[in-house]
C-alpha cells in the first residue's frame, strides 16, 4: 500500500527537496503541500493524507495549532502528524506529543532517517526510541499543563493487566517492540499486542498517545535529564 503524505513548511526549497524525495520511494508518494497551519488543516480535510509531516513554525497558524486540529478532527482519526523541529525549545516538542504528534524529526534529518520516520509512523508506531530523547519527553509530559486534565484517569489505567502495564512503562521509556522483547523474553508480535490493547483501554489515537498517558497519570516518572 502507498503511503501518502503531507508536507507542510513555509519553505519552498525544504518542501520540494522533501517532495523528490518521497516521490522517489515506490511505497510513498506526496499528495498535497501547505505553507501554513491553515493550509495544512485544508489540505489534511481534503486529500486525508497518511502522514503529515509538519514544521512548527510557520506564519500565521503554526504547526502546534494545525496538530491540534488535525489530531482532533474525527474525520482524519488515521492521519499521523509527524513534527519538524530544530530542538531550539525543547517545550515545543512536549507541547505537539501532547496535542496528539506521533513524533518528531530534527530539520539536519538524513535522508533514511526521514523516510523509515514516514515508515514508521504511518505503521502506527510512535517516533520516539532516540535515547537522547527520552529525558526531554519525560521531563515535560510528566509536568501537566496547568488548568489542564490528565488524558485518562486512574480508573482507566487500573483496567490494564500487570504485564500491559509494564510494558507500556516500557514503551514509554523508548524501547521497541523488539526491545521489550529482547527484555521480557516474548515474540515482538506478544509485545506489540499488549500495547495495542493498553492503547484500546485507554483510548490512545496510538502509540505516542500512550507514551503521553503513561507520563501523565504517573505510570512511567520523568527522569533527570542527561
Do not use: W
Amino acid at each position: 500500500m502507498t503511503i501518502r503524505v503531507l508536507l507542510a513548511d513555509d519553505q519552498t526549497l525544504l518542501r520540494a527537496t522533501f517532495r523528490i524525495l518521497i516521490d522517489s520511494c515506490e511505497d510513498m508518494t506526496v499528495v498535497a503541500e501547505a505553507a501554513d497551519g491553515d493550509e495544512a488543516v485544508a489540505a489534511a480535510r481534503e486529500h486525508h493524507p497518511d502522514v503529515v509531516v509538519m514544521d512548527i513554525r510557520m506564519p500565521g497558524t503554526d504547526g502546534l495549532a494545525a496538530t491540534a486540529t488535525i489530531c482532533a478532527d474525527e474525520t482524519l482519526a488515521t492521519t499521523r502528524v509527524l513534527i519538524l523541529t530544530t530542538f531550539e525549545i525543547d517545550e515545543y516538542v512536549a507541547r505537539a506529543l501532547r496535542v496528539g504528534a506521533s513524533g518528531f524529526l530534527g530539520k539536519d534529518v538524513e535522508t533514511d532517517e526521514l523516510l523509515a520516520a514516514i515508515r514508521t509512523v504511518a505503521g502506527g508506531d510512535a517516533l520516539l526510541s532516540p535515547t537522547a530523547t527520552r529525558a526531554l519527553i519525560a521531563q515535560f509530559l510528566a509536568t501537566p499543563e496547568p488548568g489542564r486534565a490528565a488524558a485518562t484517569d486512574h480508573a482507566a489505567l487500573a483496567t490494564l493487566t500487570a504485564r500491559e502495564r509494564e510494558i507500556t512503562a516500557l514503551a514509554a521509556e523508548g524501547y521497541s517492540n523488539q526491545d521489550i522483547a529482547r527484555l521480557l523474553v516474548i515474540s515482538p508480535l506478544t509485545a506489540r499486542t499488549h500495547i495495542h490493547r493498553a492503547m484500546a483501554k485507554l483510548h490512545a489515537r496510538d502509540r505516542a498517545q500512550l507514551v503521553v498517558i503513561a507520563y501523565q497519570t504517573g505510570l512511567s516518572r520523568a527522569t533527570p535529564p542527561i
